[in-house]
């Protein structure tokens, strides 16, 4: 029972993208029973790279020959060829379908947006096509509301991919009116119905139990769902259907190990049944991001050109992987199967947010929410975009809603305490980093913008409390070193803002970032009663273009080397300048663009 917990536990930290302790908890496991082949398939999710994810899948098919999880993803992942014999371990025959998948596999990925997407005149291309597309109304027949532009529009970034959860969602859902344009006017309630998209053939003997299926599918409640679906398959075990809905009943209710099972089962007994290779995709993006899951898509749209979900999610993967032609043309070929489907807005709002028109962004954003009101991913994608647009009230607002109901998101935590930080709000963003770090204490990012948050309070306890944590985490960022300057300074310890200062000058990479450290090297030679260090330093922060520095860092320098070079009436042959040594400044004189667009995010 004590495995079992852990067990979740683990795969609850791969879902919430924490690999690090999804693999710590599955190493454990295994490490008191190496012979679960479960455990193994699990850990090779929460691996880093290719070579490590193919001995757990190895180990786990040495430990079960029939394991179909492990197949499918030594197949996908180019180790297990599907028309031959695997040694050392055996395997049953190859069916005809993983042999046009292996062949859809194996063929060169094509390179599309990639290779050319540094022409600019393939960018204004992609411009005009998208613009052609919105405004014209024959890829979606989107009616864009009338607004007013924004006036105070930054340079957009885009967001981060969305992360594949089994949380079902309202496709097809009726447009509702408890959202405002501008906000949340009440927080969304937490399940809507998922509907149907594949016919169940009914008959006598199944009816009664197809029904209760139905009623539950559409409820969430997956095991009555699960047990209804049982039934069937005793009564009519050639309902191909009916295994890809236990497939996935299995998936919603977070044992995709399961529901592979369900869906591999469902194309043993039809080949071309589409719906189960999209299931199948779904299912490895939720253990791995980033699976290269094009081939099933590509063959669940051979198979069932008519299934909106296979474009759907076709698009999905597209956007993650930079295509964005490619995501748009999907979601075109979606919209038509799917009318009024509130993620076909949703996703080509993130398109439009990658493509860098954030305004475009916001108005097919807002639409989505119109349509489904509950649909929190939505929540979150109107904060990055506001946040896009330098919009910081709403952005704030947005990402608070959907905090409020998935208090498990690191990253969005780690998003906000970001933002608050560019935007010089520093305690909200210590306090934000505290949730994220209280969801997991090793999280690097959020430690670095508490740290720095804490350091332009001039906390000087709590900046020192995360200084080696910093220093060790982020040994070549330079805004990471230029904190821990800072920070010895606030704890009265100029000797080591000395030592830590020749790393800092060595990483600054540009007049803003020489700037910075000019200033602060000035602060500590003054610190350490060396004058003529100091007057070196402010001279050489003059000699930089003005644009560098903000105008109050420029002034502070004038001002210390006319007091530096006055002259004292000590005696008639000694003319040295007195020095005049001045406190530290708590606060860095940066704007907020000096922050945060330099620092990359790191990976958890």
């Known amino acids: 029972m004590a495995d079992d917990v852990v067990f979740q536990e683990a795969v609850d930290a791969l879902r919430g993208g924490n690999k690090a302790r999804a693999r710590e908890l599955l190493t454990n496991l295994i490490k008191e029973n190496q012979t679960n082949a479960e455990y193994w398939t699990w850990l090779s999710a929460a691996m880093e790279t290719p070579k490590e994810r193919i001995y757990c899948l190895q180990t786990a098919l040495k430990l079960d020959p029939e394991h179909a999880a492990a197949k499918r993803g030594l197949i996908l992942l180019g180790a297990l060829p599907a028309d031959e014999a695997v040694q050392p371990f055996p395997l049953n025959r190859t069916r005809a379908w993983e042999e046009k998948l292996l062949l859809a596999h194996e063929r060169p990925k094509p390179k599309g947006w990639a290779a050319v997407r540094a022409s600019p005149v393939f960018r204004l291309a992609i411009v005009i096509l998208f613009i052609g597309v919105i405004a014209s109304g024959i890829v979606f027949g989107l009616v864009i509301p009338n607004s007013t532009p924004n006036a105070n529009r930054a340079l957009p970034t885009p967001g981060p991919a969305l992360t594949f959860t089994p949380t079902p969602t309202a496709i097809g859902a009726k447009p509702q009116a408890a959202a405002t344009a501008r906000g949340p006017a009440q927080p969304p309630v937490p399940y809507t119905p998922t509907p149907l998209y594949v016919t169940v053939e009914r008959s006598p003997i199944t009816a009664d139990y197809l029904l209760q299926f139905e009623n539950a599918y559409k409820q969430g409640k997956w095991d009555q769902a699960i047990a209804a679906l049982e039934e069937v398959i005793k009564l009519d075990p050639n309902l191909t259907s009916a295994y890809y809905y236990l497939g996935e009943s299995y998936r919603f209710k977070g044992d995709v190990i399961r529901a592979q099972q369900y869906y591999n089962e469902a194309v043993n007994r039809q080949p071309d049944f ?52 490619g995501a748009v043309s999907d979601l075109q070929k979606a919209d038509k199967l799917l009318p009024g489907s509130p993620l076909v807005y949703y996703h080509l709002a993130r398109a439009w947010l990658k493509q860098g028109d954030a305004s475009l962004a916001l108005e097919i954003a807002r639409q989505a929410l119109e349509r489904d009101v509950t649909s929190l991913p939505t929540y979150l994608l109107l904060g990055q975009i506001h946040a896009a647009l330098g919009n910081y009230s709403d952005a704030v607002e ?53 740290f720095l948050s804490n350091v332009e309070l001039g906390n000087a306890a709590a900046a020192n409390a995360d200084l080696a944590r910093v ?11 230029l904190g821990i300057v800072r920070a010895e300074l606030l704890n009265g310890r100029a000797g080591n803002a000395f030592l830590a200062l020749e790393k800092t000058l060595a990483l600054a990479a540009d007049d803003r970032q020489k700037a910075l450290a000019y200033y602060w090297a000035a602060v500590v030679h003054e610190k350490r009663e060396e004058p003529r260090k100091a007057a070196e330093y402010w001279a050489l922060l003059l000699d930089l273009p003005e644009e560098a520095m903000t105008a109050a860092m420029r002034k502070e320098a004038q001002e210390k080397l006319a007091a530096l070079r006055t002259p004292t009436p000590v005696s008639s042959s000694a003319r040295t300048p007195t020095p005049s040594v001045t406190a530290s400044p708590t606060r860095t004189p940066t704007s907020a663009a000096s922050t945060t667009t330099a620092t990359p995010t790191p990976t958890p």
């Open 471 to 481: 220093r060790s985490a982020y040994p070549d960022l330079f805004e990471a070193n």
């Open 274 to 325: 589409g719906p189960a290779y999209v299931g199948l995709a779904r299912a490895l993006r939720f253990m791995d991001p980033n699976a290269n899951v094009l081939p099933l898509l590509d063959q669940a749209v051979r198979s069932a050109p008519d299934f909106g979900e296979a474009y759907l999610e076709r698009a999905q993967v597209k956007l993650r992987d930079n295509d964005l032609v």
């Open 398 to 450: 947005f990402y608070n809603t959907y905090l409020q109901y998935e208090p498990q998101d690191i990253t969005a935590f780690i998003e906000l305490g970001k933002l608050h930080y560019a935007h010089a709000e520093y305690e909200a963003a210590v306090r934000t980093m505290d949730e994220a770090l209280r969801a997991d204490p090793n999280r690097r990012e959020a430690i670095l913008y508490r």
